[in-house]
């Protein structure tokens, strides 16, 4: 995490040698703050991130400077010590080094070797905020990679139902145009063939959107969760019908609302629902509830009766990776025994 405040912490329990030391450092063109006491640099450390902390072996009643450094590092863990005694026993050096200070200043310090101590420990503290950078982007980069590679696992899954479903109502016309099977009943074959046509074609738009990282400049809207659930379930019901499945959308005491991109939201709820009534057991029913309060809304979609694990996992993988670049938190309970839930985080509006 990078500093702030000043980036130079010095503790000592004789202030007028602090502030000596904080002068020559702010003349030096450092930013620094002195401390006379091991309460006064723990309060500090706890509003301020400094980079360096020059301290006193001896500052006083309480712990030594090496035990403050320690203390200090709970929370500062790349905070670098520099220690400054007029001991100049092994012992005192020895314990110095095991507690990774960098150096080792005796009193009196000359103004060059303090200078020469601090412009050391920022080198060495900024070498480490790069590295620390560099591994932060590294983890982002194998996190994208995996969640894209488990994202074109499943589209696979996904994209072979309205496929099939495409390729059985085609059978069935080619049949029926041949006199090789009963007459075709044009409307309902035109009907399914649409619904397979648009269930795939969102999936490829969406896939190409998730790869090509069309969700960076995302909008961000007041959505009215509602209206949206509702819709959907409109939309799903022909599909819940052939499936004797039943939609249940539950009406909150408030209506909840969700700061996010209407469109992907929709995408994402619809993907979800979608996929678990494709595992459905006839006569099941898929219930829809929302829950406004404080800063999110929960929303969850139960059905208590579904097939295996890996069959609801599957199926999830394109809606999985549209929350993850929504930065919507999501978790699943996978347990066909007693049913299977969705739970969605939606960020709401802050307060003004």
Not at 55 to 76: P, V
Not at 260 to 282: E, Q, Y
Not at 322 to 350: F, M, N
């Amino acid at each position: 995490m990078p500093h702030s405040g000043p980036r130079i912490l010095i503790v000592d329990d004789h202030a007028d040698l602090a502030d000596s030391v904080c002068e020559l450092l702010t003349l030096s063109g450092h930013s620094a703050a002195a401390m006379y006491s091991t309460e006064a640099a723990i309060a500090h450390c706890n509003d301020n991130r400094p980079d360096v902390a020059i301290l006193d072996y001896r500052i006083g009643a309480g712990m030594n400077g090496i035990e403050l450094l320690c203390a200090l590092r709970q929370n500062l863990p790349d905070l670098i010590g520099i220690l400054m005694t007029s001991d100049q026993d092994h012992d005192t050096a020895i314990s110095s080094l095991r507690a990774g200070v960098l150096d080792y200043v005796r009193k009196p310090a000359e103004p060059p070797d303090i200078i020469a101590a601090v412009e050391k420990a920022l080198a060495r503290a900024d070498d480490l905020s790069r590295k620390g950078e560099e591994l932060r982007k590294l983890g982002e980069e194998a996190e994208t990679a995996a969640l894209n590679r488990s994202f074109l696992l499943s589209l696979g899954a996904e994209i072979r139902e309205p496929l099939s479903l495409i390729m059985g109502n085609a059978e069935l016309l080619a049949a029926g145009v041949e006199g090789s099977g009963a007459p075709p009943n044009f409307s309902a074959i035109a009907s399914d063939i649409r619904s397979g046509a648009t269930a795939l074609l969102d999936r490829v738009a969406l896939a190409k959107d998730l790869c090509r990282g069309s969700f960076e400049d995302i909008e961000n809207e007041r959505v009215a969760v509602m209206p949206l659930l509702r819709d959907l379930a409109r939309k799903l019901e022909p599909k819940a019908k052939a499936a004797e499945v039943t939609i249940d959308v539950s009406e909150p005491m408030a209506a909840p609302v969700a700061v996010t991109s209407k469109l992907h939201l929709r995408r994402m709820v619809h993907l979800f629902a979608d996929s678990l009534l494709s595992i459905a057991a006839p006569g099941s029913t898929l219930k829809i509830t929302t829950e406004a309060g404080g800063e999110q809304t929960s929303l969850r979609m139960v059905l208590p009766v579904g097939s295996s694990r890996n069959e609801l996992a599957s199926s999830f993988g394109v809606a999985l990776a549209l929350a993850h670049r929504l930065g919507i938190a999501t978790s699943l309970r996978l347990d066909p025994a007693h049913g299977h839930e969705v739970a969605l985080v939606l960020p709401t509006p802050q307060p003004s």
